[in-house]
């Protein structure tokens, strides 16, 4: 089946979408003075004290809905897949920021943190839900 309208739409919108998060993941871990700048001393020791499998974890969400975004784009059925790991990712990440962290998000970012992790999990749920979608009417193969 040719790929609609839609698929070019949502693609383009969430690669956009999904590279803001991994712009942010990456000047995060490069330390990037510039951008890093913004964030208060207690911000950054929280986002600079993440265990390694929080890191990987939030590494694996944004970089695998980049790649979602790009497979939604070339019409892959792999890109349900690409999404369902990035949201794996983003549930860990979400859980240890929230959760097992010593200090939790909330009392670092304020509760406006909490609303916009919300979204986040509202558009990967949105994006597994349309791939899937796709992939059951035959527009991705």
Known sequence: MKKTWHVWVVGILTLFWNS???FDYLMTATKNDSY??????????FFYGFPKW????W?????????????LLFGSRHAL?????SFIGMNVTTSYSYILAETSMINVAGPEAL????VIFVVAILLIWYARRMKQVGVLC
């Open 36 to 45: 890093m700048a913004n964030f208060s001393a207690e911000q950054l020791e």
């Open 20 to 22: 803001v998060g991994a």
């Open 115 to 118: 609303a916009f992790s919300a």
């Open 81 to 85: 897949w690409a999404f369902v790991v």
């Open 54 to 57: 929080a890191d990987a974890a």
């Open 59 to 71: 590494a694996c969400g944004v970089w695998f809905s980049v790649l979602g975004s790009l497979l």
